[in-house]
C-alpha cells in the first residue's frame, strides 16, 4: 500500500518537474532564424558548388589540365580546351607559343558531392568554393552550370 | 414565430459560432505555445502575429476534395465528423458563462454535457472504421475503451460534487460557491477534505476524455499514423479538429463551473463573464502546455491508470465525503 | 506486455509498416502480422534505398571513394570516413601525424554527441513528446556549426584524408568547443529531469523490449544497443585504434536488457564523449596535419585489411582486399544498424505494436546505413 | 373520433404548438428510421448506427414530454454504454460480414408478413380505440422527484435498469469468447 502511494506521488512530482522545465523554456528567447527574412553569414570554409576563380586580368586562371576532372569521383566536371597561338618576345625576338586555353567548364552539379577533390587536386588554385546555398529549382538544367559563363557575368 | 423558438435558434447560433471562433484561434494559440515552449516563434507570417493564420488554415480546408478512400462505408464515414462537432455544439448550450449568459438552463446539466459527449466517442468508433484502414480501427478501439474508463472516474467525482451541491443544474453548482475562492469547490473543507485529488483527478479525465496528450492513444502519430481520422482530408478532418477544441474548451468550461467556482471572482467581487473566460482560458493554457511537455503513455498504462488509480481513489472520495456530509 | 492469449491460426491481419511511416524514420518498411494490438510474426523488408556503395567502393579509387561514407549514416557521419581512411591508411602504410589523429578523435567525439542527440529527440518524439527533440536539435545546431567551420559541411562531411585531414582547425575551434562542454553538461542535466526521470517515459521503457544477451550474440549487435544488454564491448576498448589509448574514459553498461538500459547506455556515452573532447583538447599536440612523406597514388599492397571503428550506432568494419591496383578488389562494409535491426523481427514477437515501436526506436535505425 | 374534426382543429402551422407537433414528428421519424435502419442494415455496425439513432429520437421524446432527467439517462445509458457494448462486442467477434444465407427462421416469408400486420392492426386498433385524456403534470420531472420516486414506488424498475446494462455487459463477453475459441 505504500509502495502504491509512492509510486503516484513520485509520479506525480516528476511530471511537476518536467513541467516546470518547459515553463522555464517558454519565457526564454526564441532561437531560430526566420530563414527568408533573416539570413546567415556563410562560414568561411563553407563548401558550395565550385567556381572558376580569375586573374589580375579578369581571365580564369584555369589552364585546362584536367586534374579536376579526373578527381571528381561523380564525374560531374566537364571541360574543354583548344589550343591558342600566342606571341611572345623572348631575347628579341618573336617566337610562336602554344597555349591551352579553356573554351567550356561545365559542373553538373545534381551529381556532385561536394567532396572538395576537384578543389583539392588543383595545382593552380583555379577553382574554389562559392558560398551559395539557395539553390532551388524544379528543373534539372538549372544545375548545369556553365562555370565560364558565370565567370564573365561576374565580371561584366 | 414565438419568441422562445427564436431564442432558441440565436442561442445555437451563437454556440456555434463560439465552438467555430474557438476551435479555429485554439488552433493557433496551441502553435504559438508549442512555439514558445520549443524557442522557435510558430506561425508569424499570416498577418500580425500569424493571427490571420486560422483562416487560411480554414480556407485551405474548405477548398480540398474531399476524398472518401474505395471500399469505406461512404454513410457512416461522412456522419462521423459531423457526429463529432455535434455533441460539441449541443453542450455549449447549457453552459452557463455568466450569471445570465445562457442558451438553456436545465436541471441535468451536467448529465446533458455527459450525454452527449457519450456521443463523441462514437464518432470516433464510427470514423476509423467506416474508413477501411486498419490503422483506424486500431485507434477506435483504443480510443473508445479509453473514453469508457475514463468516463467512470470523471462521473463518480461528479456525483462527489453534486452530493455536496445538491443540485445537478451548472447555474446552482457556479452559485454555490461564490463569494472568494475560499468557497470554491476546489479548496478542501470539512465535508470534503480530498477535493483537490478529486480535481486532479477530473482534470486527468477531461484530458484523456478530449483526446489530449498524454492521452492521444487515438491519434498517437508514431504508431498509428493519424489514428481514427488517418484517411479525412478536407472539411471531415476539419471537423474532427473543431471538434477535439470544442470538446476542450467544454471540458476546460465544466472544471471551471464544477470546482473553480464558474464566473465567481477569486476575491467575491464583481462575478462576470469575463472571470469564466479567463479561469477557462488558463485551463487551456494548461492543457496545451502538458501536451508539449509529456511522452504519449502506452493503452495498457492508460487503463491501469483509471482502473487501479482512478477510481479506487474517486470511489474512495465518494464514500467519504457522503459519510461526512451526514457527520456535518 | 505479451500476447497472454494462444494465438489462432486465421485470426490475424497483416499490417504494413512503412516504407512511408512515421515510427521507421526513413524508407524501412516492416511488415507485422497482427492479432490485435499483439504482433505475431515480423518481418523486415530491405533495399527502398540501397545505393551499391560497396560496388562504388569496387570501381573507384581510393581517394573518390571517400564522400561516399559519410553518407551512410548522414547523422554520425564522421565516424564511417574515420573508419575508411583508417583501413585505407593501414594497408597503405601510411603514417597520420598525431595532431591529425587527435582533430579526427575530437571531431568524431562531437558527430557521436550530435547523433545521439537527434537520436535521443527522435525517440523520445517516438514516444509521442515533441518538445525534447526541439531542444536536442538545438544543441545539436552547436556541434554542427563548429564542425562546419571546420569542415565545411553540416551533415555529410568529406574531412578526413589518407594520412591526415583537408585542412587544419580553425582559431575558433578550440574556444567554441571549450564553451560548448559546460552548456552541453547544462543540457543533459534538463534532458534527465524533463525526460529521463519522468514517471511516463520510464512506464514506457522500463522492462519493455527486452533482448537478452543471447540474442545480441546471435544477430551480431554491437554498440548500445549490446552494450545495454550488458555485453561489455566497444571497440574504442577492445580493439583500439588511433589515439583512444590515451583518454580516460569509460564504456557504460547497463545490464536491464530493456529499452531504457538502451536510452541509459547513450545518455551516459554523451557524457563520455564531452570527457574525451576536454582531453583531446587539453593534449592537443602542434604539428602538421599530413605527413610529410605522402604517395600520390593511393595503391595499398596486395592483401586483405580490416579496419572496425566504434560510431555512435555500434561496430563499424570496413573490408579492403587489394590487388595492388588503383581500386580496391572488394570493398565490405559492415555496418552495425544492420545487425542491430534484424533483432528487431525476433524479439518484437508477442509485443504490442507501441512497444515494438518504441523497442524499434531504441535501436537508433538509420536506414540509409542498411541498405548501404 | 373523427380524424377529420382533429385536423380541422389543429393549431397554424407557425404558432408555438404547431411548431412543436412538426419537432414531434420529426423526432418520430428519426426513432422509425433509425429503427427501420437497425433492422435492415447489411452491416453491423451500421445497424448500431440505427439504433443510436432510434435512440436518440426516443430520447428527444422524454425530453419533449418534459422529462429531461430521462431523456438525458436514456442518452447516457443507450446510447453511452449499451450502443458501444454491442459495437465493442461486434468488434470482437468473428470478422464475416457476409448475409447469412442459411435457412430462414419460421418467422419469414408470408407467415412474418401475416404476423407484422396482426401487431400493427392490433397495436392501431388500440391506439385509436383508446380515449386520451391530457394528464395533469404530476411534477416537473427534476432529478429530486426522480430520485425519490425510483427509490420508493419503482424500486423494482430501477433494478431491472441494471439488470439490462449486466445483460449487455454478458452477451459482449459470450460473443467475444466465441470469437476466441472458434
Known amino acids: 500500500m505504500g509502495a502504491y502511494f509512492s509510486e503516484i506521488f513520485r509520479g506525480l512530482q516528476s511530471l511537476a518537474i518536467g513541467m516546470g522545465i518547459t515553463f522555464r523554456e517558454f519565457f526564454k528567447p526564441v532561437v531560430t532564424v526566420s530563414y527568408p527574412m533573416e539570413t546567415l553569414k556563410m562560414s568561411a570554409r563553407y563548401r558550395g558548388h565550385i567556381e572558376l576563380v580569375e586573374d589580375e586580368k579578369g581571365q580564369p586562371k584555369c589552364v585546362a589540365c584536367g586534374m579536376c576532372q579526373r578527381a571528381c569521383p561523380s564525374g560531374c566536371i566537364s571541360l574543354a580546351s583548344e589550343s591558342v597561338e600566342y606571341e611572345v618576345e623572348e631575347k628579341g625576338e618573336t617566337k610562336t607559343k602554344k597555349k591551352k586555353v579553356l573554351t567550356k567548364y561545365n559542373l553538373n552539379f545534381t551529381t556532385c558531392s561536394l567532396c572538395g577533390q576537384c578543389v583539392e587536386n588543383c595545382s593552380f588554385g583555379a577553382i574554389d568554393f562559392s558560398k551559395e546555398y539557395n539553390l532551388a529549382s524544379s528543373r534539372k538544367e538549372d544545375f548545369h552550370f556553365d562555370l565560364l559563363q558565370r565567370l564573365k557575368e561576374r565580371n561584366s | 414565430m414565438s419568441l422562445t423558438v427564436l431564442n432558441a435558434i440565436i442561442a445555437v447560433v451563437i454556440a456555434i459560432g463560439f465552438a467555430a471562433l474557438n476551435a479555429a484561434y485554439l488552433v493557433w494559440a496551441e502553435r504559438r505555445g508549442a512555439g514558445r515552449i520549443q524557442r522557435r516563434p510558430g506561425p508569424n507570417v499570416n498577418g500580425p502575429l500569424g493571427l490571420l493564420q486560422p483562416l487560411a488554415d480554414g480556407a485551405k480546408l474548405m477548398t480540398k476534395q474531399l476524398m472518401i478512400p474505395g471500399g469505406a462505408d461512404k454513410a457512416l464515414f461522412m456522419v462521423a465528423p459531423v457526429l463529432a462537432m455535434a455533441p460539441a455544439i449541443m453542450s455549449f448550450v447549457t453552459i452557463p458563462f455568466s450569471d445570465v449568459i445562457v442558451a438553456k438552463s436545465m436541471d441535468v446539466g451536467v448529465l446533458m454535457i455527459f450525454a452527449f459527449a457519450s456521443l463523441g466517442s462514437m464518432s470516433i468508433l464510427f470514423a476509423g472504421w467506416s474508413s477501411r484502414n486498419k490503422y483506424g480501427v486500431m485507434a477506435s478501439v483504443r480510443a473508445v475503451s479509453q473514453a469508457i474508463s475514463y468516463e467512470v472516474p470523471m462521473l463518480i467525482t461528479v456525483i462527489t460534487i453534486v452530493m455536496m451541491t445538491g443540485s445537478m443544474n451548472l447555474h446552482d453548482l457556479a452559485v454555490s460557491q461564490a463569494g472568494g475562492f475560499w468557497h470554491w469547490n476546489i479548496i478542501p473543507s470539512l465535508a470534503s477534505p480530498l477535493m483537490p485529488v478529486s480535481f486532479l483527478i477530473f482534470f486527468i479525465c477531461s484530458l484523456a476524455e478530449t483526446n489530449r496528450a498524454p492521452f492521444d492513444l487515438g491519434e498517437a502519430e508514431s504508431e498509428l499514423v493519424a489514428g481514427f481520422h488517418t484517411e479525412y482530408g478536407s472539411m471531415g478532418f476539419g471537423l474532427f479538429f473543431m471538434g477535439e477544441y470544442a470538446n476542450i474548451v467544454i471540458g476546460a468550461s465544466l472544471i471551471t463551473i464544477l470546482f473553480l467556482g464558474g464566473w465567481g471572482c477569486p476575491f467575491g467581487l464583481f462575478p462576470s463573464v469575463f472571470w469564466f473566460l479567463l479561469k477557462i482560458y488558463l485551463l487551456i493554457a494548461t492543457f496545451i502546455w502538458i501536451r508539449w511537455t509529456f511522452p504519449r503513455t502506452t493503452i495498457y498504462g492508460l487503463l491501469n491508470l483509471s482502473w487501479k488509480i482512478l477510481i479506487p481513489i474517486s470511489l474512495f472520495n465518494l464514500l467519504l465525503t457522503a459519510g461526512l456530509l451526514k457527520v456535518f | ?372 | 373520433m373523427n380524424p377529420t374534426v382533429a385536423l380541422s382543429q389543429a393549431p397554424g402551422l407557425l404558432t408555438a404548438d404547431g411548431l412543436a407537433g412538426v419537432v414531434f414528428l420529426i423526432m418520430l421519424a428519426t426513432t422509425i428510421i433509425g429503427g427501420i435502419i437497425a433492422c435492415n442494415a447489411e452491416r453491423l455496425v451500421r445497424a448500431v448506427a440505427g439504433l443510436i439513432v432510434c435512440f436518440i429520437g426516443v430520447a428527444a421524446m422524454y425530453y419533449y414530454l418534459n422529462s429531461p432527467f430521462v431523456a438525458m439517462m436514456q442518452m447516457l445509458i443507450y446510447v453511452g454504454a449499451v450502443c458501444i457494448t454491442i459495437a465493442f462486442a461486434i468488434m470482437l467477434a468473428s470478422p464475416e460480414e457476409n448475409k447469412k444465407h442459411g435457412p430462414a427462421g419460421p418467422l419469414s416469408g408470408p407467415l412474418g408478413i401475416v404476423t407484422a400486420g396482426l401487431v400493427t392492426f392490433g397495436m392501431g386498433a388500440m391506439a385509436l380505440k383508446t380515449d386520451f385524456i391530457p394528464m395533469p403534470k404530476i411534477n416537473m420531472g427534476t432529478v429530486e422527484n426522480i430520485g425519490v420516486e425510483l427509490l420508493t414506488t419503482y424500486s423494482m424498475v430501477f433494478e431491472l435498469v441494471s439488470i439490462v446494462l449486466l445483460i449487455s455487459i454478458i452477451g459482449a463477453l459470450v460473443i467475444a469468447r466465441q470469437g476466441r475459441s472458434k
Open chain 3, 1 to 372: 506486455m505479451s500476447a497472454p492469449i494462444h494465438i489462432q491460426p486465421g485470426e490475424t491481419f497483416t499490417l504494413n509498416v512503412g516504407p512511408q511511416h512515421p515510427a521507421t524514420h526513413g524508407v524501412l518498411r516492416v511488415k507485422l502480422e497482427m492479432d490485435g494490438e499483439y504482433i505475431v510474426h515480423a518481418e523486415t523488408v530491405l533495399g527502398y534505398i540501397h545505393r551499391m556503395h560497396e560496388l562504388m567502393g569496387e570501381n573507384r579509387t581510393y581517394p573518390q571513394v571517400l564522400p561516399n561514407l559519410s553518407r551512410l549514416d548522414y547523422l554520425g557521419a564522421l565516424g564511417y570516413t574515420h573508419g575508411h581512411v583508417l583501413a585505407v591508411e593501414r594497408a597503405s602504410g601510411i603514417e597520420v601525424p598525431e595532431r591529425a589523429e587527435y582533430i579526427r578523435a575530437i571531431t568524431v567525439e562531437m558527430n557521436r554527441i550530435a547523433s545521439h542527440l537527434f537520436w535521443f529527440g527522435a525517440f523520445v518524439m517516438d514516444l509521442g513528446g515533441f518538445t525534447p527533440l526541439m531542444y536536442a536539435i538545438q544543441d545539436r545546431e552547436y556541434i554542427l556549426d563548429i564542425l562546419e567551420r571546420v569542415t565545411g559541411s553540416r551533415l555529410t562531411y568529406c574531412y578526413y584524408r589518407f594520412g591526415g585531414l583537408y585542412n587544419d582547425i580553425d582559431d575558433e575551434f578550440i574556444p567554441a568547443t571549450k564553451a560548448f562542454i559546460p552548456r552541453m553538461r547544462e543540457s543533459l542535466k534538463k534532458y534527465d529531469a524533463l525526460v529521463t526521470g519522468n514517471i511516463i517515459l520510464q512506464k514506457r521503457l522500463k522492462d519493455i523490449g527486452p533482448l537478452s544477451k543471447e540474442l545480441c550474440r546471435k544477430y551480431g549487435a554491437t554498440g548500445p544497443v549490446a552494450r545495454g544488454s550488458g555485453i561489455d564491448f566497444d571497440v574504442r576498448k577492445n580493439e583500439p585504434y588511433s589515439v583512444y589509448p590515451e583518454f580516460d574514459f569509460d564504456i557504460p553498461v547497463y545490464h536491464e536488457c530493456d529499452s531504457f538500459a538502451r536510452y541509459k547506455v547513450r545518455m551516459d556515452e554523451m557524457e563520455q564523449s564531452l570527457r574525451i573532447i576536454e582531453q583531446g583538447l587539453e593534449k592537443l599536440p602542434d604539428g602538421p596535419i599530413m605527413p610529410a612523406k605522402k604517395p600520390k597514388l593511393i595503391k595499398p599492397p596486395a592483401g586483405d585489411y580490416y579496419q572496425a571503428v566504434e560510431t555512435a550506432r555500434g561496430s563499424f568494419g570496413i573490408r579492403i582486399v587489394s590487388d595492388g591496383g588503383k581500386n580496391a578488389y572488394r570493398f565490405k562494409l559492415r555496418s552495425p544498424t544492420y545487425s542491430n535491426m534484424h533483432l528487431f523481427d525476433e524479439a518484437c514477437e508477442g509485443m504490442l505494436i507501441m512497444d515494438a515501436l518504441a523497442l524499434m526506436g531504441s535501436l537508433d535505425l538509420v536506414i540509409p546505413e542498411i541498405d548501404r
